[in-house]
């Protein structure tokens, strides 16, 4: 093991991350949220939301614990404060408000709920804590960075080739995977908050 990376501490951020912000899984979220726009303006999107992510989960790996422990926020309120944002977002998707771009601004759409909190939700900002709980060393908080960076890199490459896919299935199909994508979401906003709930419960 090398004094400055640690690659058990790499693989396990990088499977970790991986899995929780899921870059295949995030790829008819992303074209549903961005239905009506142009390839260029979604690939700029795309960009923008791995960006914001990458800050945010960035953020909370170097003041994560301190933040929250200023503000006296535990993770089921993180939690329960994700479901109900991404509620929203799901109605919005399933009611095709958002199929018009003049309705929402790009930059608006890759700070939320692209960047956060679909990339950067409540999963992956805990975990991200944790990594850094556990190995607080010098190699350990370099892998732990070199993971994050990694994973955020599957996750833009994810999502600008993913652009390709609406040459295949035209806009009725972005249509059709924006109604999918709002009914995804909303099950993913139920979890989210059934695990505030459970969360509150146990602490109390």
């Given at each position: 093991?090398?004094?400055?990376?640690?690659?058990?501490?790499?693989?396990?951020?990088?499977?970790?991350?991986?899995?929780?912000?899921?870059?295949?899984?995030?790829?008819?979220?992303?074209?549903?949220?961005?239905?009506?726009?142009?390839?260029?303006?979604?690939?700029?999107?795309?960009?923008?939301?791995?960006?914001?992510?990458?800050?945010?989960?960035?953020?909370?790996?170097?003041?994560?614990?301190?933040?929250?422990?200023?503000?006296?926020?535990?993770?089921p309120a993180m939690q329960g404060a994700g479901g109900l944002l991404l509620t929203i977002v799901a109605?919005?998707?399933?009611?095709?408000?958002?199929?018009?771009?003049?309705?929402?601004?790009?930059?608006?759409?890759?700070?939320?709920?692209?960047?956060?909190?679909?990339?950067?939700?409540?999963?992956?900002?805990?975990?991200?804590?944790?990594?850094?709980?556990?190995?607080?060393?010098?190699?350990?908080?370099?892998?732990?960075?070199?993971?994050?960076?990694?994973?955020?890199?599957?996750?833009?490459?994810?999502?600008?080739?993913?652009?390709?896919?609406?040459?295949?299935?035209?806009?009725?199909?972005?249509?059709?995977?924006?109604?999918?994508?709002?009914?995804?979401?909303?099950?993913?906003?139920?979890?989210?908050?059934?695990?505030?709930?459970?969360?509150?419960?146990?602490?109390?």
């Open positions: 093991m090398s004094e400055l990376f640690d690659g058990k501490v790499f693989g396990e951020v990088l499977v970790t991350l991986v899995v929780i912000m899921d870059p295949v899984g995030n790829v008819p979220l992303f074209l549903g949220l961005t239905g009506g726009r142009t390839n260029k303006k979604r690939r700029r999107l795309a960009g923008q939301a791995v960006l914001v992510s990458l800050l945010v989960i960035s953020l909370f790996a170097v003041l994560g614990q301190q933040i929250l422990a200023y503000l006296g926020i535990g993770i109605l919005e998707l399933l009611t095709g408000k958002q199929d018009d771009p003049a309705e929402v601004d790009n930059v608006n759409v890759a700070l939320v709920p692209l960047g956060t909190p679909l990339l950067a939700g409540p999963g992956a900002i805990v975990a991200t804590i944790v990594f850094v709980k556990q190995h607080h060393d010098l190699a350990g908080s370099v892998s732990i960075g070199l993971g994050i960076v990694a994973v955020h890199l599957l996750v833009f490459l994810s999502l600008y080739f993913s652009v390709t896919i609406t040459r295949l299935i035209r806009e009725a199909g972005i249509v059709l995977l924006t109604r999918i994508s709002g009914l995804l979401l909303s099950a993913i906003a139920v979890q989210l908050l059934a695990n505030s709930v459970k969360g509150f419960i146990a602490a109390g």
